[in-house]
């Protein structure tokens, strides 16, 4: 690309107009201390059209940084014999391989090849020699991000919303999905955990006929959101706890029973008894810590005794749940757990 040295003003500068933006940064206190030591290394690229006043095509935040400086003009170049695309390929480049990009800005290069484009093959075909992730998938997901509502793009670019759940979070109702990212952002959840909070608020909500947002919006869970005394691990096992409670109503009760009998059961240090995860299966587990082969033997007849207790019986036969719902595991609709 052929461009010219000139020396810019601020009032020369369209700073409006972001058809080439790609980076998510903005704030260019952190070029300022060299731009004052040393100057600026790189001149930004404008694209002067026909009404006269250029277009930032590279280096938006290093022209802030010299203005904030205190600069009152900006060495840039201006290109010559361009056109839109070629000024898109050169922001893209620009950022693309001083760093690596973002998911938004990563959209943010897709939507704006696309505009200029149309030809979804085409840009394919470019995507290696612009620095850009490869393949028709990664092409129709990333190019999404762009229009997603903005808490979803924070997320993103601060890394507490992973892609596959920002995709997720983009699917759903604006207010929905700006809800959940917020909150995700807010109690730095891993990807497992915030996809249980989103499928358990999707399920009860289908199930109750619902939207997503009546049940986030409940009592319950604000008072678990909003609690002053509680820290961001705290609020988020209180959440998990109470949206699996509401969505798995047998499971709970399950858990209360298994525990009430644990404490009939009376089991002394040393051995533990687990029950199946989610009560979805009649398979339990003891299982037994020792230091000598005499305290081995010694814990095994604990658990020969364990295995003839009325209390035990009592317990795996108690959670036969009365009337469990239909879509239950099997080990709740059968007479007795084994």
């Known amino acids: 690309m ?35 030591a040393i100057g600026v290394i790189n001149p930004p690229l404008l694209w002067q059209e026909d009404h006269g006043r250029r ?44 760093r690596q990009l973002n998911w938004v800005e990563i959209s943010r290069a897709l939507n704006r090849l696309m505009q200029e484009i149309r030809d979804k093959d085409q840009v394919l075909s470019m995507l290696p020699d612009l620095g850009l992730p490869e393949g028709k998938d990664i092409l129709d997901k990333a190019i999404r991000i762009a229009h997603f509502t903005q808490p979803i793009q924070d997320g993103l670019i601060s890394g507490q919303i992973p892609f596959a759940m920002a995709l ?10 700006s809800f959940l990212a917020n909150l995700f952002q807010q109690l730095t959840l891993s990807l497992n955990k ?19 947002m009546d049940i986030l919006l409940e009592n319950g869970i604000q008072g678990v959101i909003k609690n002053p005394d509680w820290d961001r691990n705290q609020k988020g096992t209180a959440l998990r706890k109470h949206l699996r409670t509401r ?36 398979r339990y587990a003891f299982q037994i810590e020792f230091k000598k082969q005499s305290q081995l033997a010694s814990r095994l007849k604990t658990l020969e005794r364990l295995s003839e207790a009325q209390a035990l019986k009592d317990l795996l036969d108690g959670l036969d749940l009365d009337s469990p719902p239909a879509h239950a595991p099997s080990s709740f609709r059968s007479k007795a757990v084994k």
Do not use: H
Not at 19 to 32: A, G, K, N, V
Not at 66 to 91: D, P, Q
Not at 198 to 205: G, K, N, P, T
């Open 2 to 36: 052929k461009f010219k040295m000139e020396m810019i003003n601020p009032e020369d500068i369209d700073s409006t107009d972001l058809s080439f933006q790609i980076t998510t940064r903005e704030d260019p206190d952190d070029l300022m201390a060299s731009i004052r």
């Open 55 to 98: 277009i930032i095509v590279c280096g938006r935040r290093r022209i802030a940084a010299c203005f904030k400086a205190g600069m009152a003009s900006v060495e840039c170049r201006i290109a010559e014999e361009a056109n839109r695309l070629k000024c898109v390929k050169t922001a893209i480049s620009d950022n693309a391989f001083q």
């Open 168 to 177: 997720e979070l983009g699917g759903l109702e604006p207010e929905t999905g």
């Open 194 to 212: 915030q996809r249980e909070i989103l499928e358990w608020a999707v399920e009860i909500a289908a199930r109750e006929s619902k939207t997503p």
């Open 247 to 282: 969505r798995y109503p047998w499971i709970q009760k399950a858990e209360t029973l298994f525990q009430e009998g644990m404490k009939s059961l009376k089991i002394p240090p040393g051995i533990r008894l687990s029950p199946p995860k989610d009560f979805e299966s009649d």
